[in-house]
């Protein structure tokens, strides 16, 4: 701990104001759907070094909508500050490849650490379960919440809460991460309509019926992203991809007595009410949802914090998850398809075109 506390006690030079001279890649640690993301050192004038994230668009995939996409994800990473949102640094070019600097997250996503539950022992308590996802709402309401220099309304929507976006660090730290499929009044990147960005897996009921949707959509992902910390497993999956949405518009979640997740019932009630189907009918916002969080945190009275957060990950990384400066140990892929080049989002199949061939789909 006392590593980390030396580390959090010494501010970065961005933080000063200081603007790098240059960037040198060192280990890949990432990669998504469209970008891959390098453990690289920021080099000042003086000759110093800082550990800095650089994310850039896998090779390959520069096609013009995505360059656009990376745009209007670099674009408003300048509005995004705040300790539950990995921060951009620095937009530049490192080795001709139009980059994105953040700050480093050194730990692992939600992901890395859910996929380590053992049946019975999850690698995150309830109670700290709970905190990371109060963490969550609370980066996810600000940014909802953000206006422009005028005070309009940004309309900013993620539209890829998972636990692959959600970063744990060894220092404790909780952030959300990948604006890169988000609505925002700042972005210029053409879209089509019916055209959807994210995981099948994580995307709210009203998206696959192809209704209107907003901010709703973070919070009903909020709540799989609860589910499945809790619970160790997939809520919405199935290796068809139509299946997957079958699922997400029937909405059928396991009560947590039901998969043998011992809570008390008001964590129960807020998975509902995360989980509402209907998004008039859902936890209105991000942050009702933290306080209603909060709620079930007081209720489970177990010690939650930073510390705690610091504590797990550690662990984790000992038992060679995640990665530690210097050494990625394992690349992350996830599970994003490989977004189409030349249009930004994935059409949602005909759904009742799957209904009549879906006995050929199971089994
Ligand atoms: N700032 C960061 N620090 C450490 N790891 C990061 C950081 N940003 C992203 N990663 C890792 O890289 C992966 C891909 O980054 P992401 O921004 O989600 O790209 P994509 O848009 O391709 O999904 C993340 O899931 C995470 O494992
Ligand atoms: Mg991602």
């Given at each position: 701990m006392s590593g980390a506390a030396e580390r959090r006690a010494t501010r970065s030079r961005f933080d000063r104001g200081a603007r790098a001279v240059g960037y040198r890649p060192l280990d890949l640690i990432g990669r998504g759907g469209m970008a891959e993301v390098w453990l690289s050192d920021a080099i000042f004038e003086d000759g110093e070094v800082e550990r800095v994230a650089l994310k850039r668009i896998r090779?390959?995939?520069?096609?013009d909508v995505f360059l656009s996409m990376f745009e209007d994800e670099v674009r408003l990473g300048r509005y995004l500050v705040h300790p539950n949102l990995v921060r951009m640094l620095d937009a530049t070019h490192v080795d001709g490849a139009r980059s994105m600097v953040m700050e480093l997250v050194e730990g692992d996503s939600l992901k890395g650490l859910v996929d380590r539950t053992r049946a019975g022992s999850p690698v995150l308590s309830l109670g700290l379960s709970l905190y990371v996802m109060r963490e969550l709402a609370k980066g996810l309401s600000y940014a909802h919440g953000l206006v422009d220099e005028t005070g309009e309304?940004?309309?900013?929507?993620?539209?890829?809460?998972?636990p692959h976006n959600v970063l744990l660090g060894r220092e404790g730290q909780v952030k959300l991460a990948d604006f890169g499929l988000s609505d925002s009044r700042t972005n210029r990147t053409v879209r089509e309509p019916h055209m959807v960005g994210g995981k099948f897996g994580y995307l709210a009921p009203e998206v696959v019926k192809q209704k209107p949707s907003d901010h709703r959509v973070d919070v009903f992902a909020m709540g799989i992203v609860l589910w499945e910390t809790l619970v160790?497993?997939?809520l919405f999956h199935h290796e068809d991809d139509r299946e997957t949405l079958f699922k997400v518009m029937r909405c059928e979640v396991p009560r947590l007595a039901e998969v043998g997740v011992e809570a008390p019932e008001v964590v129960q009630r807020l998975l509902d009410g995360l989980l509402e189907p209907d998004p008039d009918a859902r936890i209105p916002d991000a942050s009702t949802a933290a306080r209603e969080i909060q709620r079930a945190i007081d209720a489970v009275s177990e010690p939650v914090g930073p510390q705690q957060v610091a504590e797990v990950v550690e662990l984790h990384l000992l038992g060679m998850g995640g990665f530690v400066d210097g050494s990625a140990r394992r690349i992350r892929d996830s599970e994003?398809?490989?977004?189409?080049p030349h249009g930004r989002r994935t059409s949602i199949p005909d759904l009742d075109e799957a209904e009549r061939s879906r006995p050929s789909l199971t089994g």
């Open positions: 090779p390959g995939l520069e096609s309304t940004l309309g900013i929507v993620h539209r890829d809460v998972s160790g497993r997939r994003s398809r490989e977004l189409d």
